[in-house]
């Protein structure tokens, strides 16, 4: 037998914040950390069509660097930050381990930190 999904209801003045969104916060910094370690980051913000693809993980328009930092980076503090849902599930490994099956040493950091957002979603609250 199936559950229902059901939200909960937010109440004026009251808070939801999941209580995983502090290791979630300190993952994306180390997510940060690493792209920045390894020369893929960009100073630079891909232009507006790029960032609009509706392909996964932007395939057709962005590295998968660019899409960590330019996407997911800025989709996750904004989720943190104005208290919204986390999202059910999350496949970010699966597509560092195809992007960087080149070059595992190089990604592993980063593959390690990406590892554990998984883990960090995936979990029940």
């Given amino acids: 037998m199936r559950q229902a999904l059901h ?19 300190e993952q994306l910094l180390l997510i ?3 792209l920045r370690q390894q020369g893929w980051w960009d100073e630079a913000s891909p232009n507006a069509e790029a960032l609009s693809s509706v392909e996964p993980f932007s ?22 930050e104005q208290d919204l849902p986390l999202p059910n599930a999350s496949g ?18 980063l593959r390690t930190a990406l590892k554990k957002f998984d883990q960090l979603i995936t979990d029940a609250r």
């Avoid at 395939?59 to 943190?80: E, G, N, P, S, Y």
């Avoid at 960087?100 to 592993?108: D, G, H, V």
């Fill in 59 to 80: 395939v057709d328009t962005l590295d998968f660097h660019q899409w960590l930092q330019w996407i997911f980076l800025v989709r996750m503090k904004q989720i943190l």
């Fill in 32 to 34: 940060e950390r690493e």
């Fill in 7 to 25: 939200w909960p209801v937010k109440k004026q003045g009251e808070s939801l914040m999941d209580d995983r969104f502090p290791a979630i916060a």
């Fill in 92 to 109: 970010i490994l699966e597509m560092a381990e195809m992007v960087y099956a080149e070059q595992p040493q190089k990604s592993l950091g």
